[in-house]
């Protein structure tokens, strides 16, 4: 009989906490493929191919026990979810909206930027952060004459790239999902660079791609 009252209330406590936070979910895959989009727009042919996922990789959200697939919390959990699909669109199925006015305004400034920058991404002076940034790596690869050059296009770029990051959010209604997108971004840049682009993970932990 506790079991039975265990199991009951822990399903409850399952589908109440689902619907508490299933409006608040951000949807991971989704916006990845909305970064990859704009990503190509932005560097074009200089874009490495989006990552190949691996045929036998768990799909996202699958719910796993310890105690074995027919255990009872395994089953109320999958039952509560189940229900949750029904009666509540999941969040993950939606697409993120890139397609306003602003949002094409600032891409199409990076990608006209990009070809006055890519000379200096190949030869190391910059390189992207963990932030979704740029930012100067060495400044003796660039003469000097062009230094402020350099300087000037990386503040332009960063700009727009923290504009692109709150004006996503703000056209999906999600305001607090700023720093969920800037994350996203900041990872795919990294992962779509070119090969001998440089990407930093953490503050002078340069890496060459």
């Known amino acids: 009989m506790r079991r039975l009252r265990f199991n009951v209330l822990l399903?409850?406590?399952?589908?109440?906490?689902a619907c508490v936070t299933i409006n608040v979910y951000f949807p991971a895959a989704q916006a990845e493929k909305a970064a990859d989009r704009i990503i190509s727009d932005v560097w074009g042919q200089d874009s490495a191919p989006r990552d190949s996922v691996p045929p036998?990789?768990?799909?996202?959200g699958?719910?796993?026990?310890?105690?074995?697939?027919?255990a009872p919390v395994t089953m109320i959990r999958l039952a509560a979810t189940g229900l949750l699909d029904i009666v509540v669109p999941r969040a993950e199925a939606q697409d993120i909206?890139?397609?306003?006015?602003?949002?094409?305004?600032?891409t199409g400034s990076m990608s006209a930027r990009h070809?006055?920058?890519?000379?200096?991404?190949?030869a190391g002076a910059i390189g992207l952060t963990a932030d979704g940034l740029l930012a100067i790596r060495?400044?003796?690869?660039?003469?000097?004459?062009?230094?402020?050059?350099?300087?000037?296009?990386?503040?332009?770029?960063?700009?727009d790239r923290n504009d692109l990051y709150r004006a996503i959010a703000e056209a999906n209604d999600k305001p607090e999902w700023e720093d969920d997108i800037r994350d996203t971004?900041?990872?795919r840049w990294i992962d779509?660079?070119?090969e001998g682009w440089w990407y930093r993970t953490a503050p002078g932990n340069w890496q060459q791609k």
Do not use: H, W
């Not at 399903?11 to 906490?17: G, N, P, R, S």
């Not at 699958?62 to 027919?70: A, E, V």
């Open 11 to 17: 399903a409850a406590a399952i589908f109440t906490a």
């Open 56 to 60: 036998d990789e768990e799909p996202q």
């Open 185 to 187: 971004f900041a990872q």
């Open 62 to 70: 699958r719910l796993q026990s310890p105690d074995g697939p027919f």
């Open 115 to 122: 070809q006055k920058l890519k000379p200096y991404y190949e």
């Open 192 to 194: 779509r660079a070119s």
């Open 97 to 106: 909206e890139i397609e306003t006015p602003e949002i094409r305004a600032l």
């Open 138 to 159: 060495d400044r003796n690869q660039v003469p000097l004459a062009e230094r402020n050059t350099l300087r000037q296009l990386v503040e332009a770029e960063n700009r």
